[in-house]
């Protein structure tokens, strides 16, 4: 019952590494325009498409802006986008996956449908499409249609989640107490979704930051706004590959990849945490197997 | 309500009904698919409508704005049939919206997706028709190479779950998944077209040789579509692998699989026919999940390769908004997408004597 | 006889259930069902799992309707044939409470002991100044044996063993002061050794506040020691009922002998070889499906005794002394008396490994 | 069958060779936990006797379900053998092999043929993917790599045959049987390959009374037939005093008392094992208030000095709650209980 999970290294490790990332997005950018005394949007034309160097940590693009700077700046752009879209996505899925898992019947299978709809549908076109239409639209909407459309699996979880809930004796024990409907989503199921719910989030989180780098990629963003996708996108336009310019375009994937595996680290130890076969299954308990097994000096069989 | 589910739930566990084994079961499997393709064709017509309604939420009109586009794009005043099929798609101002819904899905019928503006009078059932091949070609085989590698994968860590190779191979794979496909692909294009030099830098085959099924052809199609198809292997098999290394974990505990050691089978036959057999079930159901993001990326991926697919024609509709290419790409993609998952509900009912429903 | 405080009069229960492929058929978990409960009497009803004799507690416990028949509380019709489907008042809630199975799944492991309290008696009993909760929330705890109070209030479920989670469960339950308690099962999760504590403890409850408690359960032996009148399920139908002792020592319908004989005694004082206990109880047959029950008796396809109307017509109910009655032709038939003169698992072996199925 | 008694070196009375088909000596099982190991199992020794039924009974926390994995050697992670031996005794007279020491792929061989188990739960026990008597043909097969398939899936009608279960329910998914079937499925599985033993883990607690009665009925006939011991493990004691012929009682990973099950139930000398079997209301006899044992079973992270049992025990001395007793042998019993030490007993 009791586990700590930041006794987990793996989440330790991605609570560290998220946390990096949501300071350098609410400060860095203040940080390298005031200490670093660097402007992600300057163009410094005695340094185009510069290596690393010492003014330029990571070097320019070929636009002599510096790209340090620009991952800095990328960064609130990128994490503003993922935590609104997880923001819209998370709530979108709990009002549609609880109640669908809590009620059953014939509520129940409606939202259970629209969800099944929505998880077959494939998402990213769609997005696409939409963005197509709303071209030069802000990070706003992006994140806005990101969540809107990015909800289906986490739904479809908590429903899953909120019903096997819902089903055991301590909720059908406060009912026969006479709690309400209300009382008992809210008191007894809900928090036993919170871990569920903070997993769907940090999911939500890297899949909006990776759609919007997509739809960046693709065009589809706002010219002034800088974000990791943009980076990469302009990095594109610029063939910047073909020109061997690696040192604009490796930072900010980096930095999306890094992001996810924060999320994921994380969402794993709340899988072990959810699942104690899992946690029984990991290296600290193998190595204190092998601990006592060493200690007894009688040889494992199996 | 939910209470009675649980109680039903025990109350049928408990008068398993003896049927006689065989022929129920095929019929039971047939009525199961027949529920689902069911379900697929009212998710295609929630595609086809939402295709219809998209242009005419939007702000100003379309179709006029398209129309527009495309006499300054040829210059000259649209032939009749065209400015139909357009006005069909985008929006009729004469018609209210309840004909214009019944002449979008006539046209639909008669696989009419309007003319592309960009590759004007190109009708864009022949340029996704063109496209098509060669992403079902690169998408479908990274898909199922991605699906066997991971799975097979996830097999060995979940099994030696705890052991040094799963505390590499498991967080190394959480963050490939979590790399973006196409800056994998920028990256393999710089390290090995670039840098290297192994592979070509862009296209889906050698221009110079004529498309056609002689094994020069195929050899140029393998050797420019190894390095996009890689990647997209790299960044897809690690959502499979860490979705089955956690079942086969919670499969490696379950009684069968002890039972099974306990009858002496050798470790592969305990590991393959009883653990991996039972922790892939879900893998088939999580499917619509996993195809949606690999398929999103995929896209992606060939546009960084100018890979001759849809995906890239996607990128050169959005570039120059090129509206009836975009929806003619949304409506073949979520097509496609469902068949997929249609035969993955296949795979599924074979592989489950129980078929399982969730509903 | 005594007023009952609630009755169960020929009740129905069936479901809908959707099998795997989403093919609806109909499962009768309980017919023709009736119970009566008396204040400061404790009734069992005995029955193998898919004997509908939980759903029968939660018809009670109007965790669902009834398909037909009625649900009386104090002689007032609350439930069932011409009553319309309504959310269940809290003045019933307030009479008639319900004890889960499980004591390890009827607390949520998230709340505090207080938590589960204070709600049942918030709930009930009004607004209430926050001394007046902690009086009453000691005081439930007390009468479950849980003392000090101040030592179990601020506990969580995992830290208490089961059967202090199973008198939490039962002080609950009291909270609302009810007069009908409905154990499904209460003791079967339970580690043995502590099993009697609880069965005495509701025997208390029965005897100082004069609660009327329905016991569920599939071991006889307990009920035999618990309550005062026995009734036996079978195939979702009450096949037999009277004073505990006269309906286990001299079973007056084939199951209930077949239940009798195949419960563990280790008291037992007859046979003590091993394989005269088990006998050659080499096939036994099992209970027939909800869906598609037999007609006549449910338990004729595996009756010894089975006759030609057994199959073909349900057997009358058969009034017999101190106020027992079965449902088995025998009676009508006059052959009541075969049923002492050999065992049923010999019987029934012999029967159903001779006749091919 | 003869029993030679002879004394070990450390006093036990032991019937020898031939008649033992398992030897468990000072066997303990620690997991390892997050802060020191636990024991779960601690110093078992007992003997099993050719053909007889031994049960063990214990509540939860009695370390019987680890004992059940030690035994069969399917204990995973983080569950670890730390001392004792499991010696098992082939009826070719072979020499005994200890179990524990041996290695894996001598194991499996020794696996079903020697040694089998019945699991509580036939559904969860069962392949849910595989055909009943696909799972028969594949052990059979590969302990008998001459069995052509034909041959496997006749000897699986024919093992299903024995248990009450027609021919042609060998092709049934397991799904597809009552719990019933397929437990009695899970009991005709186990005897397969002939073993020798069979560790039998609550094999009738999933199941009704009927039922119990015809699958326990069922294991009798099938053991006159074929011959092999069992281990039944359970927290039924009412059961195992009609079913077993001698019974181990556990408490808090220890045995606390081993004796035939008349003498058991007759002359409980553990006031556990008295404890437990009042616990058990009578389905005849003339009912009295009884009471259980006060208390709750202890918990093994934080086990008190002395008895385990001290706590709970209406006949606690002071020396229990310092010294540990000792399952000590006493005639043809042992009990481990200061009540009955030498000079308490005089």
């Known amino acids: ?302 | 309500m939910t209470s009675t589910a649980s109680a039903v739930s025990a109350a049928a566990a408990d008068t398993a009904p003896a049927e006689s084994p065989r022929t129920p079961r095929k019929r039971k499997r047939g009525r199961f698919l027949f529920r689902r393709l069911g379900f697929y064709l009212v998710a295609a017509w929630s595609a086809i409508t939402l295709n219809f309604i998209i242009p005419r939420l939007m702000p100003g009109d379309p179709s006029a704005a398209i129309i527009d586009q495309l006499e300054r794009v040829s210059g000259q005043s649209l032939p009749p049939d065209t400015l139909v099929s357009i006005q069909g798609l985008f929006g009729n101002p004469d018609d209210n919206l309840f004909e214009q819904y019944v002449a979008y899905l006539a046209q639909l019928a008669r696989f009419d997706l309007g003319v592309s503006i960009v590759n004007f009078p190109v009708p864009v059932a022949d340029l996704v028709a063109a496209g098509l091949p060669w992403t079902l070609l690169l998408v479908g085989t990274t898909t199922i190479a991605a699906f066997v590698l991971g799975t097979a994968l996830g097999v060995a860590a979940g099994w030696r779950a705890g052991t040094r190779f799963d505390a590499i191979v498991t967080p190394l794979t959480t963050f490939l998944s979590s790399v973006p496909y196409f800056w994998v692909a920028l990256l393999a294009l710089w390290a090995f077209g670039f840098v290297l030099g192994w592979f070509p830098l862009a296209g889906g085959y050698d221009p110079n040789i004529p498309i056609s099924f002689d094994p020069a052809f195929i050899a140029s199609v393998l050797q420019y579509g190894a390095l996009p198809a890689a990647t997209i292997v790299f960044s897809a098999f690690g959502g499979w692998m860490l979705g089955m290394r956690n079942m086969t974990v919670t499969t490696v505990g379950e009684d069968y699989v002890l039972l099974a050691q306990a009858k002496g089978l050798s470790p592969a036959r305990v590991r393959w026919r009883y653990a991996a057999r039972n922790a892939m079930l879900p893998q088939f159901t999580g499917f619509a999940m996993a195809l949606g993001g690999v398929v999103g990326g995929a896209l992606l991926t060939e546009i960084v390769f100018s890979y001759p697919g849809i995906g890239y024609l996607l990128f050169s509709a959005l570039q120059k908004r090129d509206y009836p290419v975009m929806q003619g790409v949304f409506l073949l993609v979520t097509f496609t997408v469902l068949v997929a998952n249609l035969i993955a509900d296949s795979v599924y009912v074979w592989l489950d004597p129980r078929v399982r429903e969730e509903s | ?357 | ?346």
């Not at chain 3, 207080?114 to 439930?140: I, K, Y």
């Not at chain 4, 025990?313 to 310092?322: G, K, L």
């Open chain 3, 1 to 357: 006889m005594n007023e009952p405080v609630l009755e169960a009069v020929d009740v129905a229960k069936h479901f809908a259930v959707a099998n795997s492929v989403g093919d609806s058929s109909v499962v009768r978990a309980v017919e023709g069902a009736s119970i009566r409960l008396e204040p400061g009497r404790i009734t069992a009803v005995v029955g193998e799992s898919g004997s509908g004799k939980t759903t029968l507690a939660r018809l009670l416990a109007r965790f669902y309707e009834p398909t037909s028949g009625q649900i009386r509380l104090d002689g007032v019709t609350v439930a069932g044939d011409g009553i319309r489907r309504s959310t269940v008042p809290k003045s019933y809630r307030k009479a008639v409470q319900l004890i889960f199975q499980d004591p390890f799944g009827s607390l949520n492991p998230l709340h505090r002991v207080r938590h589960n309290l204070e709600r049942a008696v918030r709930l009930h009993h009004g607004r209430l100044g926050r001394t007046e909760v902690d009086r009453r929330m000691a005081s439930l705890l007390e009468r479950v044996s849980l003392t000090p109070a101040s030592d179990y209030l601020d506990k969580f479920p995992h830290e208490l063993s089961g059967g202090q989670r199973q008198r939490v469960v039962i002080a609950r339950a009291l909270a609302v002061e009810p007069r009908v308690l409905l154990g499904d099962e209460p003791i079967s999760m339970l580690d043995v050794s502590i099993r009697l504590e609880m069965l005495n403890l509701l025997d208390k409850l029965r005897r100082e506040d004069g609660l009327a408690l329905l016991y569920i359960t599939h071991d006889i032996a307990s009920a035999r020691y618990l309550c005062d009148d026995i009734v036996v399920m079978y195939a979702g139908q009450m096949v037999e009922a009277g004073p505990k002792d006269a309906v286990i020592s001299d079973p007056q319908h084939p199951y209930t002998k077949l239940l009798v004989e195949s419960s563990p005694d280790p008291h037992r004082t007859t046979a003590t070889d091993r394989d005269d206990i088990f006998g050659a109880a080499d096939e036994l047959g099992e209970p027939p499906s909800l869906i598609d029950p037999p007609p006549g008796c449910r338990f004729h396809p595996r009756c010894p005794f089975a006759m030609e109307k057994c199959r073909t017509t349900p057997p009358p109910r058969a009034q017999l002394a101190d106020g027992r009655w079965a449902d088995c032709w025998l009676h009508d038939e006059g052959r009541a008396d075969e049923l002492t003169h050999a065992t049923m698992t010999e019987r029934i072996t012999r029967k159903l490994t001779e006749e091919p199925r």
């Open chain 1, 1 to 302: 019952m009791k586990y700590n999970i930041f006794g987990n290294g793996k989440v330790a490790f991605g609570v560290i590494l998220l946390s990096f990332f949501v300071l350098l997005a609410v400060f860095g950018p203040w940080f390298t325009g005031s200490v670093l005394g660097l402007d992600a949007r300057a163009n410094d034309i005695t340094a185009i498409a510069a290596p690393p160097s010492a003014e330029h940590p990571l070097g320019t693009t070929q636009f002599g802006q510096d790209v340090l700077a620009q991952v800095i700046e990328g960064a609130r752009g990128s994490m503003f986008v993922g935590f609104l879209g997880a923001t819209i996505g998370t709530a979108i899925a709990v009002l549609i996956g609880v109640p669908a898992g809590y009620f059953g019947g014939t509520t129940g299978n409606f939202l259970n449908f629209l969800t099944n709809l929505f998880l077959v549908m494939p998402v990213l076109p769609l997005i696409f499409v939409l963005a197509g239409y709303l071209q030069g639209t802000g990070l706003v909407m992006i994140a806005f249609i990101i969540g809107v459309f990015g909800w289906a699996g986490g739904a479809r979880t908590l429903r899953a989640q909120a019903m096997s809930v819902s089903n055991r004796d301590f909720v059908q024990a406060m009912r026969m107490l006479g709690e309400s409907d209300r009382r008992l989503i809210f008191t007894e199921v809900m928090p036993h979704l919170y871990g569920w719910i903070a997993s769907m989030f940090l999911g939500g989180l890297i899949g909006a930051v990776m759609a919007e780098a997509g739809l960046a990629f693709l065009g589809v963003s706002d010219s002034s706004a800088i974000s990791w996708g943009t980076m990469i996108q302009a990095a594109q336009q610029q063939s910047a590959v073909l020109r061997g310019l690696w040192w604009w375009f490796v930072p900010p994937g980096l930095c999306i990849a890094l992001v996810g595996t924060a999320a994921a680290l994380i969402n794993f130890g709340v899988d072990e945490l959810a699942n104690p076969k899992l946690r029984s299954a990991s290296r600290r308990v193998a190595k204190r197997t092998a601990a006592v097994q060493r200690a007894a000096l009688v040889p494992e069989g199996v």
């Open chain 4, 1 to 346: 069958m003869t029993f030679t008694q002879t004394m070990r070196g450390d006093g036990t009375a032991v019937t020898t060779a031939s008649d033992i088909v398992l030897d468990v000596d000072g066997l303990s099982v620690e997991y390892a936990s997050a802060g020191a190991p636990v024991r779960a199992c601690t110093d078992v020794t007992f003997q099993l006797r050719r053909g007889e039924i031994l049960g063990v009974v214990g509540e939860s926390g009695s370390g019987k379900s680890t004992l059940i994995t030690a035994l069969t050697r399917l204990q995973r992670p983080p569950a670890v053998t730390t001392s004792g031996r499991i010696v098992f005794h082939p009826q070719s007279g072979r020499p005994g092999i200890d179990l524990v020491q041996l290695k894996p792929r001598a194991l499996r061989s020794l696996r079903w043929t020697s040694l089998s188990i019945v699991l509580q739960s036939a559904m969860d026990a069962l392949n849910p993917v595989m055909r009943v008597g696909e799972q028969f043909v594949d052990v059979l097969r590969v302990h008998d790599r001459s069995m052509s398939r034909t041959a496997a899936w006749a000897e699986a009608r024919r093992l299903l045959g024995l248990v009450g279960i027609s021919a042609d329910r060998a092709r049934s998914y397991p799904h597809e049987l009552s719990g019933g079937m397929r437990q009695r499925a899970t009991i005709a599985l186990a005897l397969a390959c002939r073993p020798e033993l069979v560790v039998m883990d609550e094999p009738t607690t999933a199941v009704d009374v009927v039922m119990q009665r015809q699958i326990l009925a069922q294991v009798l006939r099938l053991r006159r037939e074929f011959d092999f011991a069992v281990v039944f493990v359970t927290h039924d004691l009412s059961l195992l005093l009609e079913l077993a012929d001698r019974i181990a009682v556990m408490y808090a990973g220890r045995i606390v008392e081993l004796a035939s099950a008349q003498d058991l139930y007759r002359t409980p000398m553990h006031p556990y094992t008295r404890g437990l079997r009042d616990s058990f209301p009578p389905l005849h006899a003339p009912l009295e208030r009884l009471e259980g044992i006060p208390g709750t079973p202890p918990d093994l992270r934080a086990l008190p000095s002395g008895c385990p049992f001290a706590p709970r025990c209406p006949a606690v001395m002071e020396r229990c709650h310092e010294h540990l007793p000792l399952l000590t042998p006493r005639g043809d019993r042992s009990v481990a209980c200061h009540l009955h030490d030498e000079e308490l007993v005089r």
